[in-house]
């Protein structure tokens, strides 16, 4: 993955290269493996849409893919750098190129929302305050919080938490973001608006996406491809229609909403509890 970046500008990716590589990635929660043997590929511009059930082993996944935990067996590569290996100054370079939109927002309550958004910018930069300010305000426009930069986090709206969170993700241009749960909590159609939004940043700022959630509406709606985990396995990949047309009994009873659990009969429990 050498090259990944142009040489003139290295917030801009080379189209067609591979952003993120996984193989053979296992993670291990104690004794317990909670992932298997996982590959994936994202490439250069694209969204990808990791979905399954709860416990399917989503987050975990996302948490390998951030560099926030180190894998128990196999490799995964971000941006050209191996996170296996990756020494904590290579991890904090990388993350200069990154953004994350966590599924509260994780948005500090004592900060105002333009505070929020500056913060990276601070923590990464040398900018003059004033461009930080001009910066954050722009990327407050690009998600419709225009003229909520002094409010704090409790006077928001949930879906204006999440906006504020991406706003922050988002502020220095990396070329690679990721969203936790994005619509999760979120009515309908704001839960809309918000896959608008990611495909809106998705076109204008020419990033690669990774979405992680278990929304089936709004991952079919936003994803070029789609990851469908479940057990900490991949049970299926490729498009939309690709998924939809998995013969999997799993793939179909998640995107068809059907329980795992057997019905529940009141009778033969009642009759159990007698005869105990």
């Known amino acids: 993955m050498s090259g990944l970046f142009d040489r003139d500008d290295a917030h801009r990716l080379v189209p067609g ?3 993120i590589a996984v193989e053979g990635l296992a993670a291990h929660w104690g004794e317990r493996q909670v992932l298997h043997d996982i590959s994936l590929q994202v490439g250069s511009g694209e969204i990808v849409v990791i979905m399954g059930g709860s416990g399917s082993g989503k987050s975990t996944l996302l948490r390998h893919l951030v560099g926030l935990a180190r894998p128990t067996a196999g490799r995964v590569e971000v ?4 996170l296996r290996t990756a020494s904590a100054r290579a991890m904090h370079r990388l993350r200069r190129h990154m ?13 105002t929302v333009l505070e929020n958004v500056i913060l990276p910018l601070q923590e990464h930069t040398r900018l003059a305050p004033a461009t930080m300010h001009i910066m954050a305000r722009l990327k407050l ?8 930069e002094d409010l704090l986090p409790a006077e928001l709206s ?10 922050r993700a988002v502020v220095m241009d990396p070329p690679l973001l990721f969203f936790d749960e994005p619509s ?3 009515d309908p159609v704001v839960a809309a608006e918000l896959d608008r939004l990611i495909l809106q940043l998705r076109d204008a700022m020419h990033m690669s996406i990774v979405v992680v959630t278990h929304e089936i509406e709004s991952a079919l709606t936003i994803a070029d491809r789609l990851i469908v985990l479940d057990g900490g396995r991949i049970v299926a990949t490729g498009t939309v229609a690709e998924v939809r047309a998995s013969q999997s009994p799993r793939v179909q009873a998640l ?5 795992s659990v057997p019905d529940f009969d009141p009778e033969a429990y009642l009759d159990r509890l007698t005869r105990a």
């Open 17 to 19: 290269s591979t952003v």
């Open 79 to 82: 941006l050209g750098t191996d």
């Open 99 to 111: 953004g994350v939109a966590f599924q509260g927002g994780a948005l500090f309550s004592s900060l």
């Open 141 to 148: 426009e690009v998600v419709n919080l225009a003229g909520s």
């Open 158 to 167: 949930g879906g204006m938490v999440k906006r504020a969170a991406i706003a």
């Open 184 to 186: 999760a909590g979120l």
């Open 255 to 259: 995107l068809n909403r059907q329980p």
